[in-house]
């Protein structure tokens, strides 16, 4: 009997997505094509995503911090230089992005003309002379990684921010996000167990730099052409009028949202938030400095990277049982209790990577939720303004994120040199060295897992009010266009 439901499901399942791989079902706004271009394709995106983790200016960085020997306090400094060109270029990003009117939409244009620009940028890191004079190098990973941040964030912006407009159905877009999540953080996945596996070939391994230059190079070319999928096979979909024409300033934009205490809340919630990820950079220094294994590392980024699955699957159920508040707020306390629990077993390596693991798969909803949330946050905005500012939104909170995220940067570093971590990164082999840094890293990630359940206390969106609130932009649209066909006709 179950063998025969089994098939029946298979067969239903089959006949659905024939029958819809190019228009929707009733009801629905995406078909499977559409679904596969975005999921699968955004493996390419992310695959870019990914290796531009690899130059971050931050201490954890292998390739800055080991193999160039960048002092920690030195690449904090190279960050807030960047941070501060990031907030500059932010408005301009935002005004670029609402007035995009083109037939393509307003984001996927982006994955054509910014993707390319980045993989060749992140690639060139990798090709400054460690001989070079410490200084120079300095100056040039620093304004190299400026203007790649403008490609890439752009880039990735057009990604994510491409999600909220494929739907207006909050149900729908939550499922996408959910499975495309899965599908296209397979992306990360492939690099982060590739490199640190094939790096073993190399001279110097995961710090050196052979295996970047050799690797980077193909995960860009790999990366780049899937994401040129995602722009052929997709469609945005947001409900105005048909003569609806974006046209925003930065400045009107701020009048805008000031009374979208949503949009207030989201980001408070991501500021807050911005030092929580804090325990999953210590996954590199442990296998390389504490269990002295390039090889490990490879395996374990593999099996981290499944930590997230769960969570983001069962998203669409969880958010539409609980709601997307409840969730958030579940997933940022048990990280914090399973990050704390990693204090008490850093020599006990099973222990100490089961509670990292436990910690991450905490988490593996908070993207899906948070972005879920988000595009929540679009629809509210037109719904009491009448405008569309996905780019002004993303960009303005991203200037707040980033300002939050300049501010929080000097706090590790300023630990690190305090237990005697400078330019030379070999000292991490000392535990009396390690040890300490590892448990600052734990203890900033537990208080700002728990001070992002602050804001999440008011914040009172629901499925059920976002549904009515896409009714009502219906009806609206639909009262607009008659009356300019009225006008047309009279």
């Not at 029958?19 to 706004?29: I, L, R, S």
């Not at 690639?123 to 001989?131: D, G, H, K, L, N």
């Not at 269990?291 to 099996?303: E, R, V």
């Not at 879920?372 to 960009?395: H, M, N, P, S, V």
Request: charged share 15%; hydrophobic share 50%; proline share 4%.
């Amino acid at each position: 009997m179950a063998k025969k439901i089994s098939a029946a499901v298979i067969k239903n399942a089959v006949l659905d997505i024939r029958d819809h791989w190019k228009a929707p079902a009733e009801g629905k706004y995406i078909s499977y094509r559409e679904f596969a271009a975005y999921s699968f394709g955004g493996i390419g995106v992310n695959t870019i995503n990914s290796i531009f983790g690899y130059v971050a200016l931050n201490a954890n960085c292998l390739l800055l911090g080991s193999a160039y020997g960048i002092d920690p306090v030195h690449l904090v400094w190279m960050s807030t230089i960047v941070s501060i060109l990031n907030l500059v270029k932010s408005p301009f990003i935002s005004m670029l992005i609402d007035n995009t009117n083109t037939r393509f939409g307003k984001f996927r244009p982006y994955l054509l003309f910014t993707g390319i620009p980045a993989a060749a940028l992140i690639c060139a890191m990798a090709f400054i002379p460690p001989s070079a004079n410490y200084t120079l190098k300095c100056v040039l990973l620093c304004l190299i990684y400026a203007v790649t941040m403008l490609f890439q964030s752009t880039y990735s912006l057009a990604y994510s921010s491409l999600a909220q407009v494929l739907t207006p159905n909050s149900s729908e877009r939550t499922g996408l996000l959910s499975i495309s999540a899965f599908i296209y953080n397979l992306g990360p996945s492939i690099v982060n167990l590739i490199l640190p596996i094939i790096a073993t070939a190399f001279d110097g391994g995961m710090t050196g730099f052979g295996v970047y230059r050799v690797m980077f190079p193909v995960f860009s070319v790999f990366g780049i052409a899937l994401s040129i999928w995602t722009f052929k096979d997709t469609e945005e979909k947001i409900i105005v009028p048909k003569a609806y024409v974006a046209k925003v300033k930065f400045a009107d934009g701020i009048k805008e949202i000031r009374s979208n205490k949503y949009f207030w809340l989201i980001y408070l919630y991501q500021i807050l938030g911005c030092m929580k990820g804090g325990v999953t950079s210590i996954l590199s220094w442990y296998c390389l400095y504490a269990l002295d294994n390039n090889a490990l590392l490879g395996i374990m980024n593999t099996i981290m990277g499944t930590a997230s699955v769960p969570g983001m699957l069962l998203a669409p159920v969880l958010a539409k049982k609980f709601g997307k508040r409840n969730c958030l707020i579940a997933f940022n306390v048990l990280r914090a209790v399973f990050s704390l629990l990693m204090m008490f077993t850093s020599k006990s390596p099973v222990a100490f990577l089961v509670f990292l693991y436990l910690a991450t798969m905490a988490m593996g909803g908070d993207y899906v939720m948070t972005q879920a949330a988000t595009a929540d946050i679009f629809d509210y905005q037109q719904w009491k303004t009448g405008k569309r500012l996905e780019g002004f939104i993303t960009q303005f909170g991203g200037m707040l994120t980033t300002a939050a995220t300049m501010l929080s940067a000097f706090i590790l570093p300023y630990f690190y040199r305090h237990y005697g971590l400078g330019t030379d990164y070999s000292v991490l082999y000392d535990a009396s060295i390690r040890t300490p840094i590892f448990n600052v890293i734990i203890i900033t990630t537990v208080a700002s897992s728990l001070l992002t359940v602050l804001p999440l206390a008011f914040y009172d969106m629901t499925e059920k009010k976002q549904q009515q609130m896409i009714e009502d932009l219906k009806q609206r649209a639909a009262e607009e266009d008659a009356k300019a066909e009225a006008r047309q006709a009279q």
